[in-house]
């Protein structure tokens, strides 16, 4: 719809329901940066096709979730309308609708049941151990970004006041502002271990509190330094801490269990008491003793592996790394690191794996430029990589990644290339880490330990220019070059016969009669809404009996109404035109309509896309105009056509350019 935001917004959002199988399919929704993210109940309900064709939609992932992108800004508002009509929160179940067997025969019950039945095998079948455990890390660890951003950044300044009290730059009467700003910083990544066991626990059904509980108990507060626990296996002190995050998560998965099985044998008279108390023993004392010593070898290894790698590859090791990046994106992998990122912060101060990882969003935006300066007559290309790109230079690269690079093919390898390029530079250079996780791109660069952000920034650059060279090069699609033309020549109108030539230094289309008819005022038109322009600039024409309907733009087509009734395409320049076939034939529930075309398809002006029996409809008393509606016309410059009865199919009627 065209209008304003918020109408965009829920068009969105009602036509990723109507894709996905409707309310009554989705299970739970939450979302992330770039992504609605929902657990679908039946697979076979949800058509990908439509999905991916919804305008505002930059791409879908397919996996345990169903990862829906619409990109940073957008997401946040229209996962809000989606729980806001389905009636929850974020997060929350949805309804689960029962079968409704009015009107069954038992045969028809039984073979419904059986239906869901069997989408549930499937779904859990879908569920791989990998995918639970990386669905679980992201569900864990996404709330707590926004903390550990703020948190950095707050420390990265703490970190620079310092430096300069040091050196004299500053006085030394900043220094109770400094401390400050550490107390703040410290407030997260102290007691880190906290928030972790409450979201842990969360996520794995326990309860929060309790989660919280077992994550402080590996911090031993109160612990006597001078007569400390000691390692059952060797012998050595403990230390506060001792096994990481890594060893938090996998012990209160152990206390969801012990919990949930302890509900179910303890009384209910006694077990708001006996319950909490008997999972915090027995896992606390597990956990002391057994967890924390495992888990700190476990994860000192893992660190020391890793920096190990990073110091003797160098160049090579940040080359592998910052070019496989984007394909763990793509498969959802990357969430595994998040525990390895925070990890790498609490024993070493600062993670050298994210400012690796970062660059393979610099060959992102480097494959983009090159993309927009080779393909510039492309248009719909080219609108996609200027909304995608300034968030691709601040580090979010998925708009980029659905919207541009991976359809094309190549010049996802290509940027991969960059993505490498600039890993290796960075691995080359050496000691460049960052001081929490969060964002990438430029947005990093304030979270770069002291004194290695220019070298940060030089593996931007050169992922950035990696990313350029090898897509300008070796990574463009003849189609993607040749996919929109900013010269049209078109028929003009019949009555004068002449040709018209549109500017070739504008993008400019025309839009013609999805029907032969006589062209009316549309204040004449019967539907007030219609006849106001509500959906925007339209041009009505009263169709001959016999006229079929034509396709009035060289486009894709996007939306066609399950009435039959209504055609939505996208144009070359960005248009999405409605062809909407009568006043309430919506009525009609696709009766005296029929259509030769489905969502996806390509077509050019005049391509014969159906029959109508108009006939048919008029005696049935609906009312059969047809409108032609631009229903974003806000965002171009339409000049509608003056004239009188139009009889040609390839009638121009409007003429449009991009504001």
């Known amino acids: 719809m065209s209008g304003t935001s918020e109408e965009k917004i829920k068009r969105i959002a009602r036509e990723i329901y109507g894709a996905v199988g409707g309310i009554e399919n989705v299970e739970k929704l939450i979302h992330c940066m770039t992504r609605v993210r929902m657990t679908i109940r039946n697979d076979d309900k949800v058509d990908i096709k439509k999905l991916k064709n919804i305008n505002g939609v930059l791409g879908v992932v397919e996996e345990d979730t169903l990862q829906v992108i619409v990109g940073p800004g957008t997401v946040n508002k229209v996962a809000d309308e989606m729980v806001k009509e389905a009636g929850v929160k974020l997060g929350e179940s949805f309804p689960n609708i029962e079968i409704d067997t009015t009107g069954m025969t038992d045969k028809e019950i039984v073979e419904a049941k059986a239906a869901k039945v069997k989408a549930a095998q499937k779904a859990k079948q879908k569920q791989t151990p990998i995918k639970r455990i990386l669905k679980s890390i992201s569900n864990i660890f996404i709330p707590l970004i926004p903390a550990f951003v703020g948190a950095g950044l707050i420390g990265g300044v703490a970190a620079v006041m310092s430096n300069l009290i040091v050196a004299g730059?500053?006085?030394?009467?900043?220094?109770?502002?400094?401390?400050?700003?550490?107390?703040?910083?410290?407030?997260?990544?102290?007691?880190?271990?906290?928030?972790?066991?409450?979201?842990?626990?969360?996520?794995?059904?326990?309860?929060?509190?309790?989660?919280?509980?077992?994550?402080?108990?590996?911090?031993?507060?109160?612990?006597?330094?001078?007569?400390p626990l000691h390692n059952i296996f060797n012998g050595q002190p403990m230390s506060a801490g001792q096994g990481g995050i890594i060893g938090v998560i996998f012990a209160v998965w152990l206390l969801s269990l012990i919990e949930k099985?302890?509900?179910?044998?303890?009384?209910?008279?006694?077990?708001?008491?006996?319950?909490?108390?008997?999972?915090?023993?027995?896992?606390?004392?597990?956990?002391?003793?057994?967890?924390?010593?495992?888990?700190?070898?476990?994860?000192?290894?893992?660190?020391?592996?890793?920096?190990?790698?990073?110091?003797?590859?160098?160049?090579?090791?940040?080359?592998?790394?910052?070019?496989?990046?984007l394909p763990m994106v793509m498969f959802g992998l990357h969430q595994i690191l998040t525990p390895i990122h925070i990890e790498m912060i609490n024993k070493t101060g600062s993670t050298p794996l994210l400012?690796?990882?970062?660059?393979?969003?610099?060959?992102?935006?480097?494959?983009?430029?090159?993309?927009?300066?080779?393909?510039?007559?492309?248009?719909?290309?080219?609108?996609?990589?200027?909304?995608?790109?300034?968030?691709?230079?601040?580090?979010?690269?998925?708009?980029?990644?659905?919207?541009?690079?991976?359809?094309?093919?190549?010049?996802?390898?290509?940027?991969?290339?960059?993505?490498?390029?600039?890993?290796?530079?960075?691995?080359?250079?050496?000691?460049?880490?960052?001081?929490?996780?969060?964002?990438?791109?430029?947005?990093?660069?304030?979270?770069?330990?002291?004194?290695?952000?220019?070298?940060?920034?030089?593996?931007?650059?050169?992922?950035?220019?990696?990313?350029?060279?090898?897509?300008y090069f070796f990574g463009?699609?003849?189609?993607?070059?040749?996919?929109?033309?900013?010269?049209?020549?078109?028929?003009?109108?019949?009555?004068?016969?002449n040709k018209k030539v549109i500017d070739p230094n504008v993008a400019m289309t025309t839009i013609t009669a999805p029907v032969i008819g006589k062209k009316v005022a549309i204040d004449t038109v019967s539907d007030p809404m219609m006849a106001q322009e509500v959906m925007g600039k339209t041009v009505a024409i009263i169709p001959d009996i016999n006229s079929k309907i034509y396709a009035p733009v060289d486009g894709k087509v996007t939306l066609i109404a399950d009435t039959k009734h209504a055609i939505g395409f996208m144009d070359k320049i960005g248009e999405e035109v409605l062809v909407h076939m009568g006043v309430d034939t919506v009525k009609l529930n696709g009766k005296y309509f029929n259509l030769n075309i489905q969502v996806g398809d390509t077509v050019k002006h005049g391509d014969v896309l159906g029959t109508v029996d108009w006939q048919k409809i008029i005696d049935a008393d609906f009312d059969p105009v047809t409108m032609t509606i631009v229903t974003n016309t806000s965002d171009f410059k339409i000049d509608e056509i003056e004239s009188n009865i139009q009889t040609k199919d390839n009638t121009v009627l409007m003429d449009s350019r991009i504001k």
């Open 476 to 497: 463009i699609p003849k189609d993607a070059i040749l996919g929109e033309a900013t010269t049209v020549e078109t028929d003009a109108l019949p009555q004068n016969g």
């Open 169 to 227: 730059d500053i006085s030394k009467s900043y220094t109770d502002f400094v401390a400050i700003l550490k107390f703040i910083q410290n407030g997260v990544f102290s007691y880190l271990a906290i928030y972790v066991g409450i979201n842990a626990a969360t996520e794995f059904g326990a309860t929060a509190g309790l989660g919280g509980v077992i994550g402080a108990v590996t911090l031993l507060p109160g612990m006597d330094i001078n007569a």
């Open 355 to 471: 400012p690796i990882l970062a660059m393979a969003g610099a060959g992102q935006v480097g494959a983009a430029i090159a993309l927009w300066l080779r393909c510039r007559k492309n248009k719909q290309l080219t609108n996609m990589i200027k909304g995608a790109l300034p968030v691709g230079i601040l580090g979010i690269g998925e708009p980029l990644i659905y919207g541009v690079t991976l359809p094309l093919g190549r010049p996802f390898i290509t940027a991969c290339i960059g993505g490498g390029i600039g890993g290796a530079v960075v691995g080359g250079l050496g000691h460049v880490g960052a001081i929490a996780i969060g964002p990438s791109g430029l947005a990093l660069v304030p979270l770069i330990t002291n004194g290695h952000m220019m070298s940060y920034v030089l593996g931007l650059l050169a992922g950035y220019v990696g990313g350029f060279v090898a897509t």
């Open 261 to 325: 099985k302890l509900h179910k044998w303890v009384p209910d008279a006694i077990d708001i008491i006996v319950t909490p108390a008997l999972s915090l023993l027995i896992i606390g004392v597990f956990t002391i003793f057994i967890i924390m010593p495992i888990a700190g070898v476990i994860s000192s290894s893992l660190v020391g592996a890793i920096n190990w790698i990073l110091n003797v590859g160098g160049a090579f090791s940040g080359f592998i790394l910052g070019a496989l990046f």
